[in-house]
């Protein structure tokens, strides 16, 4: 059973920047596709940004230029550095490990950016 924690959340202000970060062994890394999503209350969880375990990125429209994904290969795990925090990023972000019928997620941190 694959068990995630993120971190990195907090409040800023529109234009700076965060890093989440989700802790994971170098074997995960090297089998599960692994991603950062994002839920606002009362809405569908959705795709912020995603990694293939061989390294292919895609990103949401709303995040392209702004937010990158990699591979902390430092601190073993996943990152997700936001720049040009825009109020409508705020959210709580989750990281997901997926292999086949399987995924597996985080309990979330909470990201808030405002005005």
């Known amino acids: 059973q694959v068990h995630l924690a993120e971190s990195g959340g907090g409040t800023v202000q529109a234009g700076e920047s965060l890093r989440l970060s989700c802790p994971a062994s170098s074997a995960l890394l090297d089998l599960y596709d692994m991603g950062w999503y994002r839920q606002v209350p009362g809405k569908m969880r959705e795709m912020v940004a995603r990694?293939?375990?061989?390294?292919?990125?895609t990103y949401a429209d709303s995040v392209k230029g702004r937010f990158t994904i990699g591979r902390d290969n430092v601190k073993s795990g996943l990152y997700l550095q936001m720049d040009n925090l825009r109020p409508e990023d705020t959210a709580r972000y989750y990281c997901n490990a997926h292999l086949r019928n399987y995924d597996a997620w985080g309990q979330g941190t909470q990201v808030t950016v405002s005005s």
């Open positions: 990694r293939t375990r061989d390294g292919i990125s």
